[in-house]
C-alpha cells in the first residue's frame, strides 16, 4: 500500500529501460529461436536448390505460355462442379454446425452435469472435424461413397462444421449479456432467448464466417480433385502428369480466377449484408 | 468478518415499519436475503423489505450497496444464498421452470443499458415482450407473429410515443427512445408490476425526465406496481410513496416519502 518507490528524495526511480527478465524466460527465448532456426533444416531449406530450382521454373514456364484454351467448355463444366461442391458442401456444413455450435457454447447450455457434459461433447466433435485435414476426409469418404463430387461435397461439409462450428460458438460467447438477461426476466424460455436475443446479436459474425467458410471451400475443392474427389482437381493432375503444362496453365488461371472472384463477391456480400435493413 | 468491516462506523439501523398500506395484499415481499459473489465481497447481508400492490417504491444508495443484485435476486434471476423472495405469493426459490417463467412474465424489468435486441427492429423488440406468456418462433420477431400481437405491440410503442420508429433498428434509436422501447417491451407483458434498475441513469436530464414522468403515468394511471433504483434523490422523492435506503447490503431507511427531505436521503451518498 505504501509507496516506496520514492525514497531518495531529489532522486526520482525512473523504471529501466528493458524490464529485468526471469532468467527462465530468457532461456525459453533463446531455446525457441533455435528451434526456429534448427526448423529451416528439417525443413530442407536450400538456398542451392532454391538457385538451381529457378531455371527450370523459367522453362516450366516458358513450356506453359501460352495457355491453351481447346478444351476450355470441358474445363469450365470441372470448374463448375468445383465452385457446385464448394457452396453445397458449405451450405451443408453451415446449417449443421449452428445446433452443434450452440451446445457447444458455454454458458448456453443448463448449468448441470448433463448440459456440461454435452457441451464438452459437442467441442470435441467440433475439434475433431477441424483437426482432421480435409483432404483426410476426402480420402474417407472416396472410401465410403466412391469417386466423383459427393464425396468432395461431404469432405467440404465436415471441414466448414469444424471451422463454423468453432466460430460461431466463440461469437456467441461473445455475445452481450443484458439482452438475454432482459428477455429471460420477461419469462422466455431458454432456446426463445438463444433464438431472439444470442443468434441476432451474433448474425454479424455469423455471415462473415460462412463467407469465409465458403472462400475456403473454394481453394479447398480445387485440392480434393486430386484424390478423385470431384471437380477440376484431376484435370489439373492429369495435365501434369501428362507434361501438358499449357492446359495445366490454363486451369491455373481459371482457379486463380474462381478463387479471386468468390473472394471479391465474399467480401462485398458481407458489406452489403452487414448495412442490411432490420426485420 | 467481511460483514463487520462493511457496517462499523454506522449506527443502528433505522428501519421504520413497512409503509401504511402494508395491510393491503403484497406484490413483492422479500426476507433475510443475503448474496455474496465468487471474490467474497458480501454484497447483501440481510434485505427485507416489502411492496404493497399499486406502490411505488424508490430503492437507493451508494455504488455498491446492493440495489442491482437486490433486484436480481427479487427476480431469481441472481440466485440468493439464502432468504427469501416472494412475488404475488408464490415463493422464487422453490418456483419451478415454468411457473417461474409465468411469474417474471408479470414483471416489466426495464435495466440500466436499455438492453434491447441489436440489429431487429424496435417493434420485434417490443414482441419479444410476449415470449413469457407464448412461447416459440412467432414470437421471435414481428414477422413471424399473429396480427394481434403486432396490433397490441404497436400500441405499446405508441403508448411511449414511438410508433414511428417501429421498423427502426434498435442500435440504430437515441438513449432515450432506445429505454421507451423497452418500457415498451415491458408493457407488452401487461405487467402488475415494472422493477427498473436505475432506468434514467444513462440518459441526459431532459430524456431521464420524460422516462420518468412514463412511469408516473403508467404506475399512477394504469395501477401498475413501480420499483425503480435511481441515484437522483429527487426523482426518488418525486416518484415514489416510499423510499428504502440500502447501505452496506443491509436496509437502512424504509420511509413514506412524504416524510421525507433530500437531506435525509442525500446522507445515504455521503
Known amino acids: 500500500m505504501v509507496e516506496t518507490s520514492q525514497t531518495r528524495p531529489g532522486r526520482r526511480s525512473i523504471p529501466t529501460r528493458l524490464e529485468r527478465q526471469n532468467p527462465l524466460t530468457f532461456v525459453a527465448y533463446v531455446a525457441l529461436l533455435a528451434f526456429v532456426l534448427w526448423s529451416f533444416q528439417g525443413a530442407g531449406w536450400s538456398f542451392s536448390a532454391l538457385v538451381s530450382g529457378g531455371p527450370s521454373m523459367v522453362d516450366f514456364l516458358s513450356r506453359a505460355w501460352p495457355p491453351t484454351t481447346e478444351r476450355l467448355p470441358q474445363l469450365s463444366t470441372a470448374l463448375l462442379e468445383t465452385f457446385q461442391m464448394a457452396l453445397a458442401g458449405t451450405v451443408i456444413g453451415v446449417i449443421l454446425s449452428i445446433p452443434l455450435a450452440m451446445m457447444a457454447t458455454k454458458g448456453l447450455t443448463r448449468p448441470t452435469v448433463l448440459g456440461r457434459a454435452v457441451g464438452a461433447c459437442a467441442r470435441l466433435l467440433i475439434a475433431f472435424f477441424r483437426t482432421v485435414p480435409d483432404l483426410v476426409w476426402a480420402l474417407v469418404f ?16 465436415v471441414d466448414t462444421i469444424g471451422f463454423c462450428g468453432r466460430f460461431f460458438a466463440e461469437s456467441m460467447e461473445d455475445v452481450e449479456k443484458g439482452p438475454g438477461e432482459a428477455l429471460t426476466a420477461a419469462g422466455a424460455s431458454r432456446l426463445d432467448t438463444i433464438f431472439c436475443a444470442i443468434i441476432p446479436a451474433a448474425m454479424p459474425s455469423f455471415i462473415t464466417t460462412s463467407l469465409f467458410a465458403l472462400e475456403k471451400a473454394t481453394r479447398s475443392s480445387v485440392v480434393l480433385g486430386l484424390v478423385g474427389a470431384g471437380g477440376i482437381g484431376i484435370e489439373l493432375k492429369v495435365a501434369m502428369d501428362f507434361f501438358d503444362y499449357q492446359l495445366a496453365m490454363t486451369i491455373i488461371l481459371m482457379i486463380f480466377a474462381l478463387v479471386l472472384v468468390v473472394e471479391r463477391l465474399g467480401s462485398i456480400a458481407r458489406r452489403n449484408i452487414l448495412e442490411g435493413n432490420s426485420q | 468478518m467481511q460483514t463487520a468491516a462493511l457496517t462499523t462506523g454506522v449506527q443502528a439501523p433505522v428501519v421504520h415499519p413497512p409503509s401504511p398500506a402494508s395491510p393491503a395484499k403484497l406484490d413483492l415481499a422479500i426476507r433475510g ?176 425526465q420524460e422516462v420518468m414522468d412514463l412511469f408516473h403515468h403508467l404506475a399512477k394511471e394504469e395501477g401498475i406496481t413501480l420499483l425503480f433504483t435511481t441515484h437522483n434523490v429527487a426523482h426518488a422523492l418525486a416518484y415514489s410513496d416510499r423510499v428504502v435506503a440500502l447501505r452496506g447490503g443491509k436496509v437502512e431507511l424504509d420511509q413514506t416519502s412524504a416524510l421525507l427531505s433530500s437531506s435525509d436521503l442525500n446522507e445515504f451518498y455521503g
Not at chain 2, 68 to 87: H, I, K, Q, Y
Not at chain 2, 94 to 113: E, P
Open chain 2, 33 to 208: 436475503l443475503c448474496k455474496s459473489f465468487e471474490t467474497n465481497r458480501a454484497v447483501l447481508t440481510d434485505v427485507s423489505f416489502s411492496i404493497a400492490n399499486k406502490e411505488a417504491v424508490a430503492l437507493i444508495g451508494s455504488n455498491g450497496a446492493g440495489k442491482s443484485t437486490a433486484l436480481r435476486c427479487a427476480m431469481r434471476l441472481v440466485e440468493p444464498d439464502s432468504g427469501e423472495a416472494v412475488l404475488f405469493g408464490t415463493e422464487l426459490r422453490s418456483a419451478k421452470a415454468r411457473q417461474l417463467r409465468k411469474i417474471r412474465s408479470d414483471v416489466g424489468f426495464v435495466f440500466q443499458k436499455h438492453n434491447l435486441v441489436p440489429r431487429v427492429s424496435a417493434l420485434t423488440n417490443v414482441v419479444h415482450g410476449n415470449l413469457g406468456r407464448a412461447s416459440g418462433i412467432r414470437g421471435w420477431s414481428q414477422a413471424f407473429s399473429g396480427r394481434h400481437i403486432r396490433e397490441r405491440a404497436y400500441a405499446c410503442l405508441e403508448r411511449v410515443g414511438l410508433s414511428r420508429q417501429a421498423m427502426k433498428r434498435a442500435d440504430q434509436l437515441s438513449g432515450g427512445q432506445s429505454q421507451r422501447v423497452a418500457i415498451a417491451r415491458a408493457l407488452m407483458q401487461q405487467p402488475k408490476m415494472i422493477v427498473a434498475d436505475e432506468p434514467v441513469a444513462s440518459l441526459d436530464p431532459v430524456a431521464g
Open chain 1, 142 to 157: 472416396v472410401i465410403s461413397v466412391g469417386l466423383g463430387p459427393f464425396a468432395g461435397t461431404l469432405a467440404i461439409a
